[in-house]
């Protein structure tokens, strides 16, 4: 069936260094994935997308990488920063076009 | 400014009553959603609106009720039906849910309700 999951629940980055969070999804149809954003209290709040025909997109900052081989998608963050600590998402467009997201990995920022 | 808001922030209530969250947003978006998030857990789709007057049910909806009479507005009920409604609940509109544009699916979130019931 469909999933989008996360390999680590909990990251924790030095101050500086680069952030890598991944995310497994399991339907090869899914064609349109996002990662959002949640600081603690907050709604998610949108960082970047990216759609099956494209394996890298960059925005400030954050990179998300598709590996549509072994159904990957993670989002790189360069020179993490300590408003950078929340909670990340990812999430995929599914066969009835709604957005399905995984359970998040927690950024914690270390100084 | 535009934006999506949900009020109250945090809301409590006794088993056994139902409560309404208010979600209203002035982007103009077609498509309206409520999602459950619970501790440590992503978000699970409640119900969700492409249009006006129109409404579909999510992955979890038992418990739940909604209406859409304007576009700007989505309440949810949580009834005392829902037999563990405590959570955090948020509100999300977007463009619309597919079309032309890829980011029609880009979801805006309001800062969410947290319900407790006791």
């Known amino acids: 069936g469909e999933s989008v999951g996360l390999h680590l629940p909990t990251l924790s980055v030095q101050e500086g260094d680069n952030s890598i969070i991944n995310c497994a999804y399991s339907n090869s149809a899914s064609d349109y994935f996002i990662w959002y954003k949640q600081e603690s209290g907050k709604g998610p709040q949108f960082i970047i997308d990216?759609?099956?025909?494209?394996d890298k997109r960059q925005g400030q900052r954050v990179t998300v990488l598709l590996n549509k081989t072994v159904k990957h998608l993670s989002l790189q963050i360069a020179a993490t920063q300590p408003g950078d600590s929340a909670v990340y998402f990812c999430a995929e467009r599914d066969r009835d076009d709604k957005i399905i997201f995984g359970k998040g990995t927690r950024l914690h920022i270390l100084p | 400014d535009g934006g999506i808001t949900q009020s109250p922030k945090y809301l409590f209530r006794k088993e056994g009553q139902n409560v309404t969250l208010s979600c209203e947003q002035n982007?103009?978006?077609?498509?309206m959603y409520w999602y459950r998030q619970d501790p440590g857990q992503g978000l699970r789709l409640i119900y969700y609106?492409?249009?006006?007057?129109?409404?579909q049910k999510g992955d979890i909806a038992e418990g739940y009720s909604v209406s859409r009479e304007k576009k700007e507005s989505f309440p949810l009920t949580v009834t005392s039906a829902q037999k563990n409604p405590t959570a955090f609940y948020l509100c999300?509109?977007?463009?619309?849910?597919?079309?032309?544009?890829?980011?029609?699916?880009?979801?805006?979130f309001g800062p969410g309700t947290r319900l407790t019931v006791t």
């Open positions: 609106s492409q249009i006006v007057n129109d409404f």
């Open positions: 999300a509109s977007s463009i619309g849910t597919g079309g032309l544009y890829v980011r029609s699916y880009e979801q805006y």
């Open positions: 990216i759609r099956s025909n494209m």
């Open positions: 982007l103009n978006h077609d498509a």
